[in-house]
């Protein structure tokens, strides 16, 4: 489904990745993990077609990226970032409208099936009662919701999220991975999302790319990623594993 082979970034004489190579399989989601500046949103950048390895491959759904054209590849994949949708002034409706924008030809105009499979992702996101409202009157949570429903709406195959909860606070950062995951599973929608935060990172991923320096320091389940050694070794500070008391997952304390 996607597939990094010994990429390679250099930019303004600096090695920012080094040959990295991994898999993401159809209707998984992994998450990219490390410190800043271990060059997960540069890899992002690049599967996402905004920037190209200096040397090496990503192919999606069997193609290289760069082979794409930007419609046909905005049709298979959706970017989420952490500013989420901006505060225009449009409504909440209008704007996951948008994303049905990549199916359509140059002249064409939205049809009842773009307008139901709206009414539909309004429904499941809980947006309904806001479908009117402006966005400029929406905080950074309730707009990052609506740019999940702006995503479902442009039905992709592959969805890649660049720290989508930074700027969240936990109620919200719960209900967007909720919904992502909610998504993943009814859909088997393909995830690469990079996050910050160890202990959601190990709760919604089913594999970890643990990065650092514009490598791969260690992949594997939350089980193989949250240990000691590696994690000190990585980010410079010892955490204490305690066990989640529901899931039993891993978990991280400072």
């Not at 998450?31 to 992002?44: C, D, Q, R, V, Y």
């Not at 719960?174 to 995951?181: A, D, E, Q, R, S």
Request: charged share 25%; glycine share 8%; aromatic share 6%.
């Amino acid at each position: 489904m996607l597939s990094v082979d010994k990429v390679r970034k250099e930019k303004d004489f600096k090695l920012l990745l080094k040959d990295v190579t991994f898999q993401v399989d159809e209707g998984s989601c992994v998450g990219l993990i490390g410190p800043n500046g271990a060059g997960k949103s540069t890899l992002m950048k690049m599967i996402s077609g905004l920037e190209h390895p200096t040397s090496g491959t990503i192919n999606v759904l069997g193609q290289e990226v760069g082979k794409w054209s930007v419609k046909k590849l905005a049709q298979k994949v959706s970017v989420l970032t952490q500013d989420g949708l901006s505060p225009y002034p449009m409504t909440v409706y209008e704007a996951v409208l948008m994303g049905r924008y990549p199916h359509l030809s140059f002249f064409q105009r939205e049809g009842l099936e773009d307008y139901r499979k709206v009414e539909h992702v309004l429904n499941i996101t809980g947006l309904m009662s806001m479908r009117h409202q402006m966005l400029d009157t929406l905080s950074g949570g309730e707009r990052q919701r609506v740019a999940i429903a702006k995503a479902m709406v442009q039905e992709p195959e592959v969805l890649l999220l660049d720290e989508p909860t930074s700027y969240l606070d936990i109620g919200y950062k719960v209900n967007v991975l909720n919904l992502v995951k909610d998504w993943q599973q009814r859909e088997q929608l393909t995830i690469l999302m990079v996050l910050h935060d160890l202990n959601l990172a190990a709760q919604y991923c089913d594999q970890m790319i643990l990065m650092n320096n514009g490598e791969i320091v260690k992949r594997g389940n939350s089980e193989e990623i949250m240990d000691v050694d590696t994690l000190e070794t990585v980010y410079k500070a010892k955490p204490e594993i305690i066990r989640h008391p529901k899931s039993n997952i891993p978990q991280i304390l400072l």
